[in-house]
């Protein structure tokens, strides 16, 4: 059976009414993408943003810290460095030098404290000094003490010329045979004042007594000369070699040391290891005679003698003088000078009062001795005979030559 016709414009309605309805899909269809990817597009939009303010922030930054660093090395293309280094260098010297004159400075002021009381002006113009250190004026500091050493010299000198010696002292050109002698000296560049003991080696020892037991480099201990002849019954002594006195500022570090060779009473050596080659000159008392050695670095370390002391300078070797001066200031000034020598078998020590060091060696000569050492002087000077100061007593020593009956 043969299927009904549609009409003609039912086809078209129902045509039109499909079209009608895919449209509305496809349009439903395509706001939905549109708004699905609107969303994702703000969305990398937004985090683009975010990047882009990121990377702004940090070229910013980037920029700034050129600009600093611009800035910095413009700073330095304009300063010299080498004028740095050398400003910087000058004032580490301008340091050192300040410093190691003022010690030296301070050095010779108790020198001159030694010699007379009258030193408070040098004592204001000393304290003006430290004071313009401690500002770092170190061209003024510099300047006062040029002016300060000046006028240390100048009151030395000025002390120097009012020393005389006592019109009781009788005048006398040789040495005593024996015991303790104070005499006039009249020498071939002037007179002056000696204290001296005399003692046959035959029937005296010569030794030497320690406040240490050792070696000591710093702090070390220190007695009187009185106490080491009492405590060895010694009937003479007097004051060893140089040693650095707690008082001078240049002693910091090595407090009442010594450095040069000696050997006590109980045969300890002292300063052995660094004296090996030793220049200084040395004494070794033995038996009944004294040998002298231009270095100590000549002698051994034998225990057999009685003692061994090493001093500086030379003063007399075999009669004739071996010291006519040098440029160590300190021995060039007039002061009370302690030595020990001997004349064949007879040992002398003594002290040249109002004398420099080669002075010392030219009275000596006059008296007859043959051979003889400087020892230490000014503060530390001391001379005992038959149990009283005859010089002195001087600071608290390291050490004491001592004169004992054998």
């Not at 045509?15 to 895919?22: D, E, T």
């Not at 030694?114 to 770092?136: H, P, Y």
């Not at 006519?324 to 002398?348: H, L, W």
Request: include cysteine.
């Amino acid at each position: 059976m043969a299927g009904k016709e549609i009409p003609p414009n039912n086809l078209k309605l129902k045509l039109f009414i499909v079209i009608y309805i895919v449209t509305i899909v496809a349009l439903v269809a395509a706001t939905i993408y549109y708004l699905n990817s609107s969303q994702t597009l703000s969305k990398q939009v937004t985090s683009l943003s975010a990047q882009e303010r990121g990377l702004k922030q940090k070229l910013d930054e980037t920029g700034k810290a050129l600009q600093e660093r611009q800035r910095e090395l413009t700073g330095l293309k304009n300063q010299d460095q080498y004028l740095i280094n050398k400003n910087l260098e000058e004032e580490i010297k301008n340091i050192q030098s300040t410093y190691v004159g003022t010690a030296t400075a301070y050095d010779e002021l108790l020198s001159v404290q030694e010699l007379t009381k009258k030193t408070e002006k040098l004592e204001k113009q000393f304290a003006q000094i430290l004071t313009l250190l401690s500002k770092r004026n170190y061209s003024s500091a510099s300047a006062q003490l040029a002016s300060l050493k000046s006028e240390i010299a100048k009151t030395k000198e000025e002390v120097s010329s009012t020393f005389k010696i006592p019109e009781t002292v009788a005048a006398k050109n040789t040495a005593p045979g024996s015991g303790y002698s104070r005499q006039r000296v009249d020498a071939d560049i002037g007179s002056y004042l000696v204290d001296i003991v005399a003692a046959d080696l035959g029937s005296t020892r010569v030794i030497v007594d320690t406040a240490s037991d050792g070696d000591c480099r710093d702090n070390c201990p220190v007695l009187p000369l009185g106490d080491y002849a009492a405590r060895s019954g010694a009937f003479a002594a007097i004051n060893g070699p140089y040693f650095c006195p707690a008082s001078y500022g240049a002693c910091a570090g090595k407090t009442n040391s010594f450095d040069t060779l000696m050997m006590n009473k109980k045969k300890t050596y002292f300063n052995s290891d660094n004296n090996v080659y030793s220049n200084v000159p040395a004494v070794i008392f033995s038996g009944s005679s004294g040998r002298f050695v231009g270095a100590s670095s000549e002698w051994g370390r034998d225990t057999g003698p009685d003692s061994v002391i090493a001093s500086q300078p030379m003063l007399l070797s075999g009669g004739s003088v071996v010291f006519g001066g040098d440029g160590e200031v300190k021995r060039a000034g007039k002061g009370s000078r302690s030595f020990i020598g001997t004349k064949g078998s007879t040992v002398y020590i003594g002290v040249v009062h109002n004398a420099s060091v080669a002075e010392v060696a030219r009275v000596l000569k006059t008296l007859g001795l043959e051979y003889a050492l400087n020892l230490d002087s000014g503060g530390s000077t001391a001379l005992m005979s038959g149990g009283r100061y005859v010089v002195g007593p001087g600071r608290a020593l390291p050490f004491g030559i001592l004169l004992m009956r054998k």
